[in-house]
T-cell receptor, first 114, second 117 residues
Framework: AQTVTQSQPEMSVQEAETVTLSCTYDTSESDYYLFWYKQPPSRQMILVIR????KQQNATENRFSVNFQKAAKSFSLKISDSQLGDAAMYFCAYELDSNYQLIWGAGTKLIIKP | GAVVSQHPSWVICKSGTSVKIECRSL??????MFWYRQFPKQSLMLMATSNEGSKATYEQGVEKDKFLINHASLTLSTLTVTSAHPEDSSFYIC?????????????FGQGTRLTVV
């Protein structure tokens, strides 16, 4: 069965610095999608970035980028120039191709220090 | 991105009563909807998956007679918590997918905080 592991319950970073959140997953599939979602205090889930497994190029969205290592089954999120608004819970998720169900990691709480 | 509206945002109900939570896709056809429950400081726990016009598929351990899910149209799914008890108090989130759309993305409602007193 597919699993997603986020080993960092909490991370903190100084404003304007860079932080990396880790995520590993387990699957026997070759084609799949991986996601990072942000859940701020409002609790609205917001898509941060998406990676297709068949693409070797790492996805990038402005200050957010991923380091996707397919062989190692690793999918880390790098946030550059951290801003106070980045403070949130960050969840890594794997999408099952069969029914589009998302398998979620436990989440990492990101604290931004002003 | 597409918009999913979830209503109500919060609700307080008395123990033993039922409460209905609505999840609407405003600008796309939600062929598949997911209902989650989230406990404080925890991840999302999938309760059930529903496809339009079909019966919902419940995850192991979720009582289907207690958590009634209806997905009668391509824009609306409802979750009814029947005979609610204090232990049902939680944050409930819906998400919707258009399986025919090209992008692999689930869109989330704002969530509903249920408090049973």
């Amino acid at each position: 069965a597919q699993t997603v592991t986020q080993s960092q319950p909490e991370m903190s970073v100084q404003e304007a610095e860079t932080v990396t959140l880790s995520c590993t997953y387990d699957t026997s599939e070759s084609d799949y999608y991986l996601f990072w979602y942000k859940q701020p205090p409002s609790r609205q889930m917001i898509l941060v970035i998406r990676q297709e497994a068949y693409k070797q190029q790492n996805a990038t969205e402005n200050r957010f980028s991923v380091n996707f290592q397919k062989a190692a089954k690793s999918f880390s999120l790098k946030i550059s120039d951290s801003q106070l608004g980045d403070a949130a819970m960050y969840f890594c998720a794997y999408e099952l191709d069969s029914n589009y169900q998302l398998i979620w990691g436990a989440g990492t709480k990101l604290i931004i220090k002003p | 991105g597409a918009v999913v509206s979830q209503h109500p945002s919060w609700v307080i109900c008395k123990s033993g009563t039922s409460v209905k939570i609505e999840c609407r896709s405003l600008d796309f056809q939600a062929t598949t909807m997911f209902w989650y429950r989230q406990f404080p400081k925890q991840s999302l726990m999938l309760m059930a998956t529903s496809n339009e016009g079909s019966k919902a598929t419940y995850e192991q351990g979720v009582e289907k007679d207690k958590f009634l899910i209806n997905h009668a149209s391509l824009t609306l799914s409802t979750l009814t918590v029947t005979s609610a008890h204090p232990e049902d108090s939680s944050f409930y989130i819906c998400s919707a997918r258009d399986q025919w759309a090209g992008a692999h993305e689930a869109f989330f409602g704002q969530g509903t905080r249920l408090t049973v007193v």
